[in-house]
């Protein structure tokens, strides 16, 4: 089936009342930079809904598979046309419904008739369309409530549009819509479901992850481009920060008892985070936090690390269940990824018998006699940036 356009419905974007435009305008623009890639398409916004008219059926047919990822699309619908002319129609329904699986599904015809002097009223032309498709498909039977397919017929002044699919969007808010915050990216399974919680909720992301070499391996670190690689998929780019950390986690060792040396590893992360974010604009730091999955994430611990920074922190997952996180994280494609062996830096130091309520006055107390300032300006300075997803090379740049 060869499709002319695809019908956009915005969803939670229809409830914006005055920056609406802010928000669709930011859709498009998303859109065309997630299939920059592909030959060039026309965007048409209007105010309930977006058509994009692709020129060649292969752009289509990736535009179909790719778009359920861009946040902002509640739902969308592949549409033919035709023309005005009645055998044209009928040909075009039974097309239409061909293409769709009919086994055992019911069936309705709903006619939009916003071209008035059109040869046939609207319940005529219902008529003459739905008897035509249930003499072409007699396994399909006619239900007016709730049928598992509806063929819309929309007559316009230039010609029919007919869909019967629609095909569920991500939901949720472009991304770039709210700003832009940092994301804390470990390696792990929350840490990337948090990020696309966010993204969800039209938040741009940088990741920074911290690597501690030589106690983490390379393969650690590639682990963590990978997951910045595959939020990179949804829709805008994420810059990922990645920060040597080895020195502060040494120092930490020498200086703050075992029993509450993951609170100030977590701190030190914390602060770090905070510079960054400070330096490229972002609002916010986000964090794959799960309400008392572990130590470092009991209410006493979140409010002794909280302590070194007024930056808003978002936890998207603190009420999450962790078999809920794997759920999702199964969903967008990144659990594999995050359960490969390869340890990150807050696993390496662990303590055999963390504090589970650390007392803020106490691990400042600790923190005291040591300045980390110094080593916290050197690795904030020494970080490596990449920004994913990576361009592909070309096979011929080495030749240039």
Known sequence: MEWKELLIRYGELSTKGRNRNAFTGRLRDNIRYAFADLPKFQIITERDRMFIRPNEQETMDQLIERLPKIFGIQSFSPVASCSLDLEDIKQTAVKVVESLDRADKTFKVTVKRSYKPFEMETNELQQYVGSHVLRNFPEIRVQMKKPDIDLVVEVRRDAVYMMAQVIPGAGGLPIGSNGKSILMLSGGIDSPVAGYQMLKRGV?????????????????????MELAEKLSRFGASVKLHIIPF?????????????????????????????????????????????????ASQTLESLTAINAV????????????????????????????????????????????????????EKVEFYESFKSFDELIAEAVSEREIMMFPKKKQDKFSDLL
């Open 246 to 294: 080895t020195a502060i986690q040494q120092e930490i060792q020498k200086q703050i008892p075992s029993n509450v040396s993951m609170t100030t590893t977590r701190r030190m992360m914390l602060r770090i985070t905070d510079l960054v974010r400070e330096e490229t604009g972002a609002l916010a730091i986000i964090t794959g936090e799960s309400l008392g999955q572990v």
């Open 309 to 360: 920074s007024t930056t808003p922190i978002l936890r998207p997952l603190i009420a999450f269940d962790k078999l809920d996180i794997i759920k999702i994280a199964q969903d967008i494609d990144t659990y594999e990824v995050s359960i490969r062996p390869y340890e990150d830096c807050c696993t390496i130091f662990t303590p055999a018998s963390p504090k589970t309520k650390p007392k803020l």
């Open 204 to 224: 741009r992301l940088d990741a920074i992850h911290f690597h501690s070499p030589p106690f983490t391996s390379e393969l650690s670190k590639e682990k963590v």
